[in-house]
T-cell receptor
Framework: GENVEQHPSTLSVQEGDSAVIKCTYS??????FPWYKQELGKRPQLIID?????GEKKDQRIAVTLNKTAKHFSLHITETQPEDSAVYFC????????????FGKGTHLIIQP | DAMVIQNPRYQVTQFGKPVTLSCSQT?????MYWYQQKSSQAPKLLFH???????NEADTPDNFQSRRPNTSFCFLDIRSPGLGDAAMYLC?????????????FGPGTRLTVL
């Protein structure tokens, strides 16, 4: 089955700086890669996703890059703000099927004022 | 508003006492998922329904079962809860089609086992 590794487990950045979270996956059949933000006690919320036919996608301060050959994908957050503090999960699935998501272990992002 | 609803939000049960968690959706999605999320861990897929077809993950304990009586509703049954089953249970839905696999999560049910 799919295995998703996520690094780092904790990331502390100064407000206004950029944050980068990296994930690798094992199953070459995976072609859908979402990122979720989860605040304490709340549901995971989709912040951005990318499919394997695209190398990069951007939405305002958030971007995701995908290197399908290396099986790497990364989340980039620019101009970080206090409300960006949360746990971020990457995930992978064989999109196009109805399979569930395999999640990375999560990154606790802390924005220092 | 279209959404994924879970009831109850908090459930307390005793060791070994069966419990049922409920999920409903107004998105008319054809796939419904159940995830287990233990404290400080990532969500872990238990099983999913694609329409009426049930798909069980290989490592989901037999203690967990699910029912989907119609498109809108899905239930998670825990036959004999143990202390290790205390967790947040998340329901999610998606539409299996060509263009999107986005999964939308419900607010979760936090299960406590005494």
């Amino acid at each position: 089955g799919e295995n998703v590794e996520q690094h780092p487990s904790t990331l502390s950045v100064q407000e206004g700086d950029s944050a980068v979270i990296k994930c690798t996956y094992s199953d070459s059949a995976s072609n859908y890669f979402p990122w979720y933000k989860q605040e304490l006690g709340k549901r995971p919320q989709l912040i951005i996703d990318i499919r394997s036919n695209v190398g990069e996608k951007k939405d305002q301060r958030i971007a995701v890059t995908l290197n399908k050959t290396a099986k790497h994908f990364s989340l980039h957050i620019t101009e970080t703000q206090p409300e960006d503090s949360a746990v971020y999960f990457c995930a992978a699935s064989e999109g196009g099927g109805a399979d569930g998501l395999t999640f990375g272990k999560g990154t606790h992002l802390i924005i220092q004022p | 508003d279209a959404m994924v609803i879970q009831n109850p939000r908090y459930q307390v049960t005793q060791f070994g006492k069966p419990v049922t968690l409920s999920c409903s959706q107004t998105l008319n999605h054809n796939v419904m998922y159940w995830y287990q999320q233990k404290s400080s861990q990532a969500p872990k897929l238990l099983f999913h329904y694609y329409d009426k077809d049930f798909n069980n993950e290989a490592d989901t304990p037999d203690n967990f079962q699910s029912r989907r009586p119609n498109t809108s509703f899905c239930f998670l049954d825990i036959r004999s809860p143990g202390l290790g089953d205390a967790a947040m249970y998340l329901c999610a839905t998606s539409f299996h089609g060509i263009y999107t696999d986005t999964q939308y999560f419900g607010p979760g049910t936090r299960l406590t086992v005494l």
